[in-house]
C-alpha cells in the first residue's frame, strides 16, 4: 500500500460554481475557501505531511482587474483571520511562486510563514504568483550564475519547492485535464487525478476515494 505523503492540488471552477449558483464569480472565490479548509482538515486526519494548492498563477494576471482585486482581498481576508488559528493546530504555511507582489500582502505573507514556520503536522504551501515555466529559468539562470554544476540536485536547490519532496499525487477539480503550468518538474512521477466536480463541491468524501486509489496503485518508476 503506498504511503500518502504530498497532496498538489490545481482548484479549479470556482469561477464557474460562482456564475452558475450565485451570478458572481467572485461569490464562487468566496465558496472555494470553504473547501480549503474542509480539506486541510482532511488532510491532517489522513495524517499527510504536505499539501500544495494553487491559489494563483502567472497567467491569471489576465483576468479582469476588479477579479484580481477581489482575490487578493480573499488572501489577505483568509491569512489575517485565520493566521493564529492555523498556528495554534500546527500548521506551516510556506509560499511558492514570485513574491512580486504589493507590499501590504508581501508583508503579510511573510508573517505568516515567519510565525507558523516550526510547525510540523502539516506544510501548507500557496502557489501564488506561480509559473511554472518561470521557476525552471528562474533556477537555470541561478546556476549559470552561481557558475554550478548543471544536474537534478543542483537545479532542485533553486526550485520554489527546495527541500519538499515531490507530490505523490496531483488533483485537479473543474473537469479540465491539463496542468496548466503547475509543478511542471515537480509532478514527473505523480499520480494524477482529474476531478469532475467544480472545486466548491469537491469534499472529503471525494478526496478519501482519491486516497483510496492511490493507496492500491502499483507503481514502478520506471521499473517493472
Known amino acids: 500500500m503506498n504511503h ?27 465558496a472555494g475557501l470553504d473547501t480549503v479548509e474542509k480539506i486541510i482538515k482532511h488532510s491532517i486526519k489522513k495524517k499527510i505531511k504536505y499539501l500544495t494548492l494553487f491559489a494563483f498563477s502567472t497567467e491569471n494576471w489576465k483576468r479582469p482587474k476588479s477579479e484580481i482585486n477581489y482575490l487578493f482581498k480573499l488572501l489577505e481576508f483568509f491569512i489575517s483571520e485565520k493566521i493564529d488559528e492555523l498556528n495554534k493546530e500546527n500548521i506551516k504555511i510556506k509560499i511558492i511562486g514570485s513574491k512580486n507582489l504589493n507590499k501590504k500582502i508581501f508583508k503579510l505573507l511573510n508573517y505568516a510563514e515567519k510565525k507558523t514556520e516550526n510547525n510540523n503536522k502539516i506544510q501548507v504551501n500557496l502557489a501564488l504568483n506561480y509559473g511554472s515555466r518561470n521557476e525552471i529559468i528562474t533556477s537555470i539562470k541561478k546556476i549559470i550564475k552561481n557558475k554550478i554544476r548543471v544536474n537534478e540536485k543542483n537545479f532542485e536547490k533553486f526550485l520554489f519547492t527546495k527541500n519538499i519532496p515531490d507530490p505523490d499525487i496531483l488533483i485537479r477539480t473543474g473537469n479540465k485535464n491539463r496542468l496548466s503550468n503547475f509543478l511542471l518538474w515537480q509532478l514527473s512521477y505523480s499520480e494524477i487525478f482529474f476531478e469532475k466536480k467544480l472545486w466548491p463541491d469537491f469534499n472529503e468524501k471525494d478526496f478519501e476515494i482519491i486516497i483510496k486509489k492511490f493507496k492500491r496503485i502499483k507503481r514502478n518508476f520506471g521499473s517493472i
Do not use: E, Q
Not at 505523503?5 to 469561477?15: C, L, P, Y
Open 4 to 30: 500518502l505523503n504530498h497532496v498538489a492540488i490545481i482548484m479549479d471552477g470556482n469561477g464557474r460554481w460562482g456564475i452558475k449558483y450565485k451570478k458572481s464569480r467572485n461569490a464562487g472565490h468566496r
